[in-house]
């Protein structure tokens, strides 16, 4: 069989195939498939003419240290059932990942439920990651609304905001302009958007409202972008006020930030619940190109040697310079002082180890604490969080 199967690009009647496939293969349809394709790099898997597997790129720059780094998103994959378990979604990710990295990108990212093979091709999960239900009624008793103004609307201030915010943590995208009207048309969201009188926009929302089993609705949250503790606070307060038609609401698993302030702010944590999901996950494409890319803290200064390990192709060495707030990497032959396999130099590239302790038990081996705190300290100036969902 394997002779007989090729990885192409998709026409417009290959897309449609796809498309077909993809409602067969999840058992609902995929709007992603029709609605991205403008926007989209799609790769088919064909046997003997007939389209068995698929999946969709779209480059787009994610925010690494406060500055975007080129990556290629991966969404949509499917695999044909009959044709599961002969490691065709292996071979279709490299296939989907070649062009994006042609046209420059340097990470790969991706949502996944089937976290063992992705592992197996080198991405790892930065963070975990959990969606939040919670009463509306203790959001409306809990949290102080403030003194602003709510605007309902999807709007450039709006926008401007998100823009504005996504930078101070590592994973978010750099939204293109069709971004937001895409993520309405799928999810039919309603927005809006927190200033204080008179001053520019500080908070933005967005959410979805679904029938409930027996009360009225239920509302999931999709965006909450909040610019400091005040306005945040009046946001959840503002999702309080529906406690009359919608007892519960969830904050999806790509809404919140991470920062502890539903859970701070809730007078009894019993008012919550947390369920984990598929985690986002990462993968470095180009290394050198990942680091010269990224945003570096300002202050630090160090020349530090480590190793990067790879499955199947042996250990790379190299010097990392970070000076006035860049770095990069040279090819050396010295002994490193850190070493780290390709998946946890992914997550520590991410923020993801927030201490030497979180690294060490990662199995990151380093010659001294100095050195692995400095290189710890390096990238995690962001929480890792990566808002969006594709």
Same mark, same amino acid.
């Given at each position: 069989?394997?002779?007989a ?33 403008? +926007? ?17 790129g ?21 695999? $044909? ?34 976290t063992?093979y ?22 409306k ?5 403030g ?20 930078p ?24 809006? +958007? ?20 027996? +009360? ?7 965006d909450?972008?909040? $610019?400091?503790?005040?306005?945040a ?20 698993r ?5 920062? =502890? ?16 999901? +598929? ?8 290394l050198?190109? $990942?680091i ?25 060495r ?17 002994? =490193? ?12 590239? $991410? ?40």
């Open positions: 069989m394997a002779d199967i090729t990885v192409v690009a998709a026409d417009q009647d290959l897309t449609a195939e796809y498309d077909a496939l993809a409602r067969r293969a999840y058992g609902r349809r995929v709007d992603d498939v029709t609605q991205l394709a403008p +926007h989209a790099d799609i790769r088919v898997t064909l046997h003997n003419g007939r389209v068995i597997a698929g999946g969709l779209l480059l787009i720059d994610q925010h690494f240290g406060g500055r975007p780094v080129p990556t290629a998103c991966l969404g949509s994959g499917c695999v $044909a059932p009959e044709y599961r378990g002969d490691r065709l979604a292996v071979r279709m990710l490299h296939d989907r990942i070649r062009p994006l990295k042609e046209q420059g990108a340097a990470l790969a990212t991706l949502w996944t439920s089937s063992g992705a592992r197996r091709m080198g991405w790892e999960a930065p963070t975990p990651v959990f969606s939040w239900t919670v009463a509306t009624d203790a959001l008793r809990d949290f102080a609304p003194d602003v103004d709510i605007t309902h609307g999807l709007t450039p201030a709006s926008e401007d905001l998100q823009r504005r915010l996504a101070r943590y590592n994973g978010t995208l750099l939204r293109p302009a069709w971004w937001n009207a895409h993520k309405q048309r799928q999810h039919d969201l309603t927005f809006y +958007h927190f200033n204080r009188p008179g001053q520019p926009a500080t908070g933005y929302l967005s959410l979805a409202t679904r029938p409930h089993p027996r +009360h009225g609705a239920h509302i999931d949250v999709h909450f972008w909040a $610019a400091d503790h005040t306005v606070s009046a946001m959840l307060a503002f999702l309080g006020r529906h406690h009359s038609r919608t007892p519960t609401l969830t904050f999806q790509t809404s919140l930030p991470p920062q =502890p302030l539903l859970l701070h702010g809730l007078h009894r944590y019993g008012n919550a619940t947390a369920e984990s999901w +598929h985690p986002w996950m990462l993968r470095i494409l180009d050198p190109k $990942a010269r890319l990224r945003g570096w803290p300002p202050d630090l200064e160090a020349t530090l040697p480590i190793a990067i390990e790879h499955r199947d192709t042996g250990t790379d190299y010097l990392m310079h970070l000076a006035h707030g860049t770095a990069q990497l040279t090819p050396t032959t010295i002994e =490193p002082s850190v070493t780290l396999t390709r998946r946890q130099a992914t997550v520590w590239y $991410a923020g993801g180890y927030r201490s030497t302790t979180a690294a060490r038990m990662a199995g990151i081996h380093a010659t001294d604490d100095h050195t692995l705190a400095t290189l710890i300290r390096a990238t995690t100036e962001h929480e890792p969080w990566c808002a969006e969902h594709f």
